[in-house]
């Protein structure tokens, strides 16, 4: 879908428009593709320029959190607290993504239930770490 060329570029200018506020390349070594989509070779080129791909856990809906209702896919803030609640038990090492915006079409915004999620999640006594922890950097 994409060339490396276009691939890079479009990732420079990122770091680029980063740099801007105060955040270098050093300090955002890890690299999320566009709709969690992504394959070897994107794994590969990623590698090569010196990053590290990532992505959310599976076993949960956390990120579905910016479908809205006119969506085949879309999932209830209650529909995805319950997945989460689910894997309850399971949830050592987990990369839960959540969405800090979403379309204004989803007024039921999940965000809005972090605090009830935190609280769930320190009740079975898990501990939140970065990125870099949860690798052992």
Same mark, same amino acid.
């Given at each position: 879908?994409?060339?490396?060329?276009?691939?890079?570029?479009?990732?420079?200018?990122? /770091?680029?428009?980063? *740099?801007?506020? %105060?955040?270098? *390349?050093?300090?955002?070594? /890890?690299?999320?593709?566009? /709709?969690? !989509? /992504?394959?070897?070779?994107?794994?590969? !080129?990623?590698?090569?320029? %010196?990053?590290?791909?990532?992505?959310?856990?599976? %076993?949960?809906i956390s990120h579905a959190d910016y479908t809205t209702p006119d969506m085949k896919n879309f999932r209830s803030s209650d529909e995805i607290l319950h997945s989460i609640r689910r894997e309850g038990e399971n949830l050592n090492g987990f990369i839960l993504l959540m969405h800090i915006g979403t379309d204004p079409r989803r007024a039921d915004k999940f965000y809005k239930r972090l605090p009830e999620l935190l609280r769930f999640l320190q009740a079975r006594q898990y501990r939140f770490v970065t990125v870099d922890q949860l690798l052992g950097e």
């Open positions: 879908m994409v060339t490396r060329n276009v691939f890079e570029t479009d990732l420079e200018s990122n /770091y680029d428009a980063m *740099k801007k506020f %105060g955040v270098p *390349k050093q300090d955002a070594r /890890y690299f999320l593709p566009p /709709y969690e !989509w /992504y394959n070897d070779t994107i794994s590969a !080129w990623t590698r090569a320029l %010196g990053l590290e791909l990532i992505n959310f856990s599976s %076993g949960t």
